[in-house]
């Protein structure tokens, strides 16, 4: 529906099929995977507007596209053709500023957020952030004496609000554009910026959608002023877009710009920097007149309107800036990750795609990583020679992806993230061929693990199944994993059988990811498919049933052998869950009479597998959410419960931050009021930001927080004892404290086990018993390790998956980071 013209050089595209849709592309136009003149983040006025060459268009392959932030109507019937010169774009952003006038900067914030359709925000107070607070308030006049359309929810401190907003983020269902909704924090200046530094890198890491709004010491302060700090700066490394206004006027064009990177391509957090004067100050006339008029071109003189840092100005959309149109195109970012875009004819809405414009490598990368380009691409093993081709049904190359599926005897699933947006596709695909599904952390629950092909997760702490097939597997087909260290062991030794096999043309790596950068970063790939996972498995799809429909014969099965290997292995390597002997005890009761009681303690893994065992016997699965710390505590939970549902275990899984579950479990409940939403946590991470009880208590949020207690950093201390000949240091929580008061002293719920005999009843009341309000379980535990583990620097199969047999003699220096 969209395009812009291209100038010398530039690549012409043809209108999209649908603002959703999916493009083509000559392989002139990528051949050696180079790409040029691509910016899959333009943003241009509709393709009238532009007036496309029908020559262009027809020499045109295809084109990428990201989505919109907000719906974007068909182009008929649409309103008047957009700005064509300076003057008209003048006016236009006038005209659409004009919607905000009489507004403060602050004002217009809070209406963006309404605008962008968030309901909740988390954050803390300061004093920079004051105006914008205020928004926020019920008795403001903007609410007219009704309640705010916001909820506001005050935490214990800015890492946590982070963490929430995250957990929010991770947990929520699509918003009708398809999409996550992003996370909202607002916080202070300073302090309150620097306290977010970890959950911004928690979620960019993650790839977790989130908003972040901080005050900032006014534009007239010196730089040294009281909480003053280079808020951009420090946040520009760990989020997507980091931006400080430098005019209330350019707010309505940040706000939809700042949702609009948080929630497309790989998702991620944005910054926005406030100062607090601009926060003040009202969109007038005056204001406007100034901003509009002060637009300008970007053209041969794109140097001087640089500033070499962050900019936002409109420009000239022609190639290279010579000829072309001058439309209402704005640019934001860094001049290297700049993203250009445009509101519609009426101003109204923004609209993304791509033009001629030349691209730097580097924007091109940037580009290319933030939308798939649907773009299929093969090595030949012999020659090392790469084609391409478009990634569709009936293109050459799927054709012959076909083909090795439907050939190959052991092939494996590993199923990442990217798998999360599309469950029901995955399966049809995995039945389709009968392949096992091997699932990473970030995508617990893609593949439903009560099914008979479901391996469960694969890597350092994977079941012992998938890691022994993975290694023996003569294709693994790798939809949106990143083949992270932690699922892959020593890289050389990785998956050698696919690698014969693809030397013989009868198997390999198919690797799908939505970034070009991932093409082989780790793993050289037979095919990698520059696609979203659920993109490539409804091609997959749809050229499977075409192909089956047109001969029957390729229905054929060639993997029941391999299926029966797969639950022999099943059999003979469970997940072991340690028990310990029981013993006889004296108790005295309030009386002073003693009696003699059996007790047996328990482990992390006794303690999860009661609480799945009660969950699925209720029926209940499918209704739960987990979030996690990191340590023991953590891989147990990933280990050995039933995962049924994506997006059901929110946890750390790229930075590995301690002290999430709590804020992450709120976030998920605050998202998810239907779900029982429950984290599992270790007494050290709990340490780190137990001060969220109050949150949970002061807004009555009915999450149930289980502590895994084994006063003690386990998963460092098995560390210490596998490496470093038990020298314990920095690991021992010796002052742990009594959770059940801390819990009292907020008044929130509280149970005690620490023996098998009780912990069926304990664990039913702390499940079903207080369904609308939270509850803490203080489960003591011993210490035992998490068990299989992947010895450092060993194959993926190599395992140590006994206590005691296999400890010591290991190169220090191999310990896990
Ligand atoms: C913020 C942070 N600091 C340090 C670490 C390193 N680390 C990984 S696991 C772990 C121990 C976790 O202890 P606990 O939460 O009690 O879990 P357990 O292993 O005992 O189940 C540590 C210190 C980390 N991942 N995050
Ligand atoms: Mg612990």
């Given amino acids: 529906m969209l395009l812009a013209a291209a100038g010398n050089n530039a690549a012409a595209f043809v209108p999209a099929k649908s603002a959703f849709g999916i493009q083509s592309k000559s ?88 605008e962008n359709g968030v309901n909740v925000v988390n954050g803390y107070s300061g004093g920079a952030v004051l105006p914008l607070l205020d928004q926020f308030h019920q008795d403001h006049p903007r609410h007219n004496g009704e309640s705010p359309a916001i909820r506001w929810i005050t935490n214990s401190n800015e890492n946590s609000a982070g963490h929430i907003a995250e957990g929010y983020a991770k947990s929520a ?45 006014a534009t007239t302060a010196p730089s040294d002023a009281f909480q003053a700090a280079p808020a951009v700066d420090l946040t520009r490394p760990c989020t997507k877009w980091s931006y400080k206004i430098k005019s209330a006027a350019e707010l309505p064009y940040v706000m939809d710009y700042a949702f609009f990177i948080a929630r497309n391509g790989r998702q991620g957090p944005v910054f926005v920097d406030l100062p607090k004067d601009l926060q003040n100050q009202v969109l007038d006339e005056d204001l406007i007149d100034s901003y509009s008029a002060g637009i300008a071109i970007k053209g041969n003189d794109a140097a001087e309107n640089y ?71 093969n090595r030949d093993p012999d020659t090392a020679e790469q084609t391409s081709d478009e990634f569709a049904v009936g293109s050459k190359l799927v054709g012959k992806m076909y083909n090795l599926l439907h050939k190959a005897k052991k092939p494996l699933i590993v199923a990442g993230m990217g798998c999360n947006e599309c469950p029901e596709e995955l399966m049809q695909f995995a039945k389709a061929f009968q392949i096992p599904v091997a699932t990473t952390l970030h995508a617990l629950g893609a593949y439903d693990e009560r099914d008979e092909l479901a391996l469960n997760m694969v890597g350092m702490h994977g079941h012992p199944t998938p890691n022994f097939m993975t290694q023996e597997a003569d294709l693994v087909i790798c939809i949106g994993s990143r083949f992270d260290d932690r699922i892959t062991g020593r890289m050389d030794a990785y998956i050698p059988e696919a690698r014969k096999a693809a030397a013989e043309y009868r198997g390999g790596v198919i690797h799908v990811d939505l970034r070009l950068s991932q093409k ?20 997959m799809n749809a050229e499977t049933a075409k192909r089956r429909q047109e001969d029957p014969e390729e229905d054929t099965i060639n993997t ?72 023991i505590h953590q891989m147990v939970a990933a280990q050995l419960i039933t995962w049924t549902q994506p997006k059901q275990m929110i946890s750390s899984g790229s930075l590995g931050t301690m002290g999430v579950a709590l804020g992450f479990v709120i976030g998920c409940k605050l998202a998810n009021g239907h779900k029982m939403c429950i984290s599992v946590d270790g007494d050290g991470s709990f ?82 018993a207080d369904p609308d309000e939270p509850v803490l379980l203080h489960a003591r535990i011993e210490k035992t390790p998490c068990l299989p583990l992947v010895a450092p620097g060993a194959p993926l199969q190599d395992m140590i998956l006994e206590d005691l047999e296999s400890e010591g003699g290991f190169d220090p220096s191999a310990a896990p980071s």
């Fill in 27 to 114: 392989s002139s136009f990528f051949n050696n995977g180079i790409v040029r003149n691509r910016d899959q983040a333009l943003f241009v006025l509709n393709e009238d507007a532009i007036g496309i060459d029908a020559n262009a268009k027809a020499k045109a392959d295809t084109e990428i596209l990201s989505t919109p932030s907000i719906t974007i109507e068909e182009s008929a019937g649409r309103v008047t053709a957009p700005p064509r010169d300076l003057n008209a774009a003048r006016k236009s952003t006038a005209a659409y500023l004009s919607k905000y006038q009489g507004l403060t900067g602050a004002g217009i914030i809070y209406t963006k957020l309404v």
């Fill in 173 to 217: 269902p699509k918003l009708a554009d398809g999409k996550q909704p992003a996370g909202v924090v607002v916080a202070t200046s300073g302090p309150g910026v620097t306290n977010l530094i970890t959950p911004l890198q928690d979620a960019i890491c993650d790839g977790a959608p989130m908003v972040v709004l901080c005050g900032q010491a």
């Fill in 307 to 377: 500033d070499g840092v962050a900019r936002f100005m409109p420009l000239h959309s022609g190639a290279n800036g010579d000829e072309g149109p001058t439309d209402h195109v704005l640019h934001l970012g860094l001049p290297d990750k700049g993203i250009l875009f445009s509101m519609d004819g009426d101003n109204s809405k923004i609209e993304s795609i791509k033009d001629g414009i030349n691209l730097s490598d580097d924007e091109v990368k940037f580009a290319l990583d933030h939308n798939p380009a649907n773009i299929v691409y």
């Fill in 520 to 539: 082989a970063e780790q793993v050289e790939p037979t095919y990698f498919v520059h696609s979203t996972g659920k993109h490539f498995l409804d091609i």
């Fill in 560 to 631: 029941a052998e391999w299926l029966k290997h797969k639950w022999a292995l099943e059999e003979e390597y469970p997940v072991k869950v340690p028990h310990f002997p029981t013993e006889t005890i004296v108790t005295t009761d309030d009386d002073g009479i003693e009696s003699e009681v059996q007790r047996t303690k328990m482990s992390a893994q006794s303690v999860v597998t009661e609480m799945n065992r009660q969950i699925l016997q209720a029926g209940k699965m499918d209704d739960c959410i987990f979030s996690t710390g990191v340590g």
């Fill in 687 to 768: 340490n780190m930001t137990f001060t969220e009880l109050k949150t949970v208590a002061e807004q009555n949020i009915p999450v149930k927080l289980m502590i895994l207690d084994n006063e003690s950093q386990m998963m460092v201390e098995y560390w210490q004892r596998l490496f470093h000949d038990e020298r314990y240091l920095a690991v021992t929580n010796t002052v742990n404290p009594n959770y059940g008061m801390l819990a009292q002293s907020f008044g929130i719920k509280n149970l005690y086990c620490d023996n098998e005999e009780e912990l069926k009843e304990v664990m039913h009341e702390f499940l079903f």
